[in-house]
Structures are given as C-alpha cells and as structure tokens.
C-alpha cells in the first residue's frame, strides 16, 4: 500500500500544478495568484542573502498564519537577529500578509516535489522550521528531516478519520515520524499519536497559539476614535464579526426593534460594494458607513466597517459578540471576541471547531438557530446584567486559562538556540 500511495502521489501532485495552470489561464482569480505566485518565489529566492541560516514558518492560509504569529513576533523579539522566512501555501494568506513586517521573507511554498523541496531548503537555510496546524507536506518533511533541520508542528489538532489513523495510513504516518516533535492542540490528538506508536517525548499538549494572540490582541487593542464616538450614547453594544447574509437575517430584524442605546457594529465578512449595499438595505434605524462617519454618528444606531484590519480591536467596545458564518460555511474566529469577557452567538455550523463547542460548554458560547433564538438571548441578557456579566465572565475566564502554547514552544526554541 505505501508503494501505491507513494506512486499516486508522485503523479498526482503534478498533475494537481498542471490543472492549477489551466485553471489559472482561464482567468479563475485565486488559481491565478497561486501559480503566478509560486513563480514569483523562485525570483524571490534568486535574491534572497542565505549566507545565514534562518526560522522558517509555514502556514497554509491567514487562519493558520495567525497561529503562528505569536511564535514569529517571540522570535522577533528574543533573537533580533535571526532571519525569518514565511511561507504560505494559499492567496487568502499570502495576499494579505506578504508585506508582513516582522518575516525577512515572504513567499509562496512552491508545489510538493522532491526536487522543490531541495531547492527550496537550499535556498532558504533554515535551521528550524515550524508547520502550523494542518501543513503535512511529504516531500519537504523528508528533505527537512534527512537533513538533520528540527521541524517543529505549531497548534496541530488531530482527527481519527485521517488517513494517519487508517490501516492502510503508514506511508502517512512516516511523516509524523519525522517531526522533532508535535505541539498538539488537545489530548485527543496526543492519545491519537499514541494509537500508532508515536513515542511519548515527540509531543506535547500545548493547546493552540491562537489564544496567546488574542490575548495580546487584547492588552494592547488601540481606541478608534470613530468607534468611540458611536458608542458613547449606547447602553449596550453588540459587535457583528465576519457577517454573511443569513447572520443580517437573524439579527437585523432585533436590532430595528429594538431601544435607540442598543446599538450594533457590524464588520461584515466581505466589504465589497454589492454587500455593503445588500446589508445596509435591511436596516430600518440610522446607521453609519465606518470610512464615511456621519456627522452625528453618536446618534446613529448601527455602524457599518466597511473596512478590514480593526474587528479585532473594535471587540473592545462591545458587551456581546456575535460571530458569523454558522449558517454556512462555518463560524469565524469566536476567541478574538471572547477574550474581552463577553459571551459570544453563532450560528449551527460551529462543531468543527474546538474553541466554538469548549466556549458552549464552559458557558461562554451560545448556539442560536434562528431570529426567535437570538431574540431570546438577547432579551434576556440585556434585562439582566447579572446573567451577561456571568456570561461575559466566562467566557474571558476560557480564554485567559487556554493560554501558554507560545511559552511553551518558546522553551524549546531558547534551548535549540542555546
């Protein structure tokens, strides 16, 4: 069986880059941005100084960038002078992040082969490399590991219906194997690592950087002198993160009966016209554009930020967040709203997340399924501070307990570089 996964995947990943291309030529946007971008790294390389080794960090997308940030920004500021390389294997990372200040490169990962991988690494030097979360590429986890290069994975979480944990998974399972050692989110990954004879010092239950990062988020939020205008005649102040259509539904039809100081932010997931127009159409109270400030915005009930970059620091002025994308494709980031000490809704879509389903159990998180369900959380916590305080509380608590992965992957940095 490792035979023929080996051989499937030594086709398939080219012929994967061949319809990338053919894709891309037929004007699909992100397709084009990957391979246009990949050819980008290789002149990226051709100019990049490896007289000296370097970190190198590989993340898939934003999502996963996020996670390991924290370990990036703690290198940073320990070992000024090491050189930082950031790879990316998705545009929605790379596009956002590749002016990304603190990394002394950035780059698209190109595609997994072993002449790639060798290349890559040649060009790079690194003496450490981290992959976050969910990056297990075969080829370049091989050229790492016969190097000798200690390959750490940030902020993994594991699943038994991988193909790590199948009976036919072995040739997976080698490249667990060669990972100097395995920061894993939960002791549900730890006991799976176990399952198939991973030893025991190879990983460690961490919990996940994402916490850490929100956390300092937090500490060091900015006011937003827009933000606070709005606010400063609200008696509460629910905050609407990464909002798709059908979250507008459930929560717009409350928010136009209700009491001029409750007021609403609403960061929308995308900000693009069409959206911003669709949104704005189901409002019934005065509202304001956050890049157009009405000149009276501190009596305009809704606020729309119709710009990306500040939800995370916007959290900050409200009571009760709500999360979007559960009646979709799944909820967003549920703990950059839950690290203020509120109590945070979303949508059904939740149980693929692990923070979403521990915020619900810890009391914290609330699932709701429709307008009446909102209606009656919000109901019931706006006419009783006590029950919103203990929400809110909870919540915080989660978060500020899940917190330690970054020191902990730090440790064995410092020793590494001892």
Not at 1 to 26: C, E, Q
Not at 388 to 408: D, F, P, Q, R
Request: proline letters at 4%; charged letters at 25%.
């Amino acid at each position: 069986m490792k035979l023929i996964i080996s051989f499937l995947y030594a086709i398939g990943m080219p012929f994967y880059s061949f319809i990338l291309s053919i894709v891309a030529m037929f004007g699909h946007k992100k397709a084009k941005l990957l391979v246009n971008g990949r050819k980008e790294t290789w002149k990226k390389l051709a100019k990049y100084d490896n007289s000296s080794s370097c970190v190198w960090v590989h993340a898939a997308s934003l999502g996963e960038f996020e996670q390991g940030r924290p370990i990036i920004e703690a290198i940073r500021a320990k070992y000024p002078k090491k050189k930082i390389v950031l790879s990316f294997y998705s545009p929605s990372g790379y596009e956002v992040r590749k002016n990304y200040k603190e990394a002394d490169l950035v780059c698209y990962l190109p595609a997994d082969s072993a002449s790639n991988a060798k290349r890559f690494i040649n060009a790079i030097n690194p003496e450490i490399a981290f992959f976050v979360k969910y990056e297990f590429w075969h080829h370049y986890i091989n050229e790492i590991s016969r190097r000798g290069i200690a390959l750490y994975g940030v902020s993994v979480i594991l699943r038994e219906a991988q193909p790590f944990f199948q009976s036919w998974g072995e040739w997976f399972r080698d490249m667990l194997h060669k990972y100097t050692r395995l920061y894993v989110q939960d002791a549900e990954s730890a006991n799976l690592l176990k399952s198939i004879g991973i030893a025991e010092d190879k990983y460690v239950v961490a919990g996940d950087t994402r916490f850490d990062r929100v956390s300092q988020i937090a500490a060091n939020a900015p006011d937003v002198d827009i933000v606070a205008r709005f606010v400063k005649n609200a008696s509460k102040v629910i905050v609407m993160g990464s909002a798709w259509p059908p979250d507008d539904e459930v929560l717009f039809p409350y928010i136009n009966e209700a009491p001029k100081d409750i007021k609403l932010i609403v960061a929308p997931h995308e900000i693009h016209s069409e959206r911003i127009k669709g949104l704005v159409s189901r409002l019934k109270v005065k509202y304001s554009l956050f890049t157009e400030p009405a000149a009276d915005i501190e009596d305009c009930q809704v606020l729309v930020v119709n710009t990306i970059g500040l939800l995370s620091t916007i959290y900050k002025y409200g009571q009760i967040g709500y999360i979007g994308g559960g009646f979709g494709v799944g909820i967003h980031n549920t703990l950059e709203a839950a690290t203020y000490s509120m109590p945070v809704l979303f949508g059904p879509n939740y149980k693929r997340f692990k923070e979403a389903v521990d915020l619900i159990s810890c009391g914290g998180g609330f699932c709701i399924s429709s307008k009446e369900s909102v209606k009656e959380k919000l109901d019931l916590w706006l006419n009783n501070a006590e029950e919103l305080s203990i929400a809110g509380k909870k919540a915080g608590e989660y978060v500020a307990s899940m917190c330690g992965a970054t020191e902990k992957i730090m440790k064995e940095v410092e020793a590494k570089f001892a």
